[in-house]
């Protein structure tokens, strides 16, 4: 079963469903109306506690939700600062490598401009390169 899946992109929001309620200012009956549909129209999953936005949601919602790669070669002394710096960025995940490049950061596309901004304000990176996947082959 583990083989035939494929991992998936999930965003959550925590908040209760009476605050959401509030905020939308509609009582929590008529949220859950709205939940089950959005649920039944393959939009959101909900559970005790969370509603996740589906790929479709995203989608709809104008936002790319693709995947980017950035490389970076930096001055090696001025690494243990930048790795400290990375550790802070919101990222899927960020590798130390060996190689003709230092570090290797996996980035959702919708944080790329984010991310690139803020790395461009390290003191140390000598060089960027990012790649946007289009596409995954397995």
Same mark, same amino acid.
Do not use: C, W
């Given at each position: 079963?583990?083989?035939? /899946?494929?991992? =998936?992109?999930?965003?959550?929001?925590? %908040?209760?469903?009476?605050?959401?309620?509030?905020?939308?200012?509609?009582?929590?009956?008529?949220?859950?109306?709205?939940?089950?549909?959005?649920?039944?129209?393959?939009?959101?999953?909900?559970?005790?506690?969370?509603? %996740?936005?589906?790929?479709?949601?995203?989608?709809? =919602?104008?936002?790319?939700?693709?995947?980017?790669?950035?490389?970076?070669?930096?001055?090696? /002394?001025?690494?243990?600062?930048?790795?400290?710096?990375? /550790?802070?960025l919101p990222v899927e995940k960020v590798y130390r490598v060996t190689g003709d490049v %230092?570090?290797?950061?996996?980035?959702?596309?919708?944080?790329?401009?984010?991310?690139?901004?803020?790395?461009?304000?390290?003191?140390?990176?000598?060089?960027?390169?990012?790649?946007?996947?289009?596409?995954?082959?397995?």
């Open positions: 079963m583990f083989k035939k /899946s494929k991992p =998936l992109r999930v965003f959550t929001v925590t %908040d209760t469903q009476s605050s959401i309620a509030k905020e939308l200012g509609i009582s929590r009956q008529a949220l859950n109306m709205h939940l089950k549909k959005l649920r039944e129209l393959g939009f959101l999953r909900t559970g005790r506690g969370f509603i %996740d936005l589906t790929e479709r949601a995203v989608q709809l =919602l104008g936002r790319q939700s693709g995947e980017a790669i950035i490389v970076l070669r930096i001055e090696p /002394s001025k690494r243990l600062h930048i790795y400290s710096a990375l /550790s802070n %230092d570090v290797i950061i996996h980035v959702s596309q919708p944080l790329l401009e984010e991310v690139l901004n803020r790395i461009n304000t390290l003191e140390g990176v000598r060089e960027t390169r990012t790649y946007v996947v289009i596409e995954t082959i397995k």
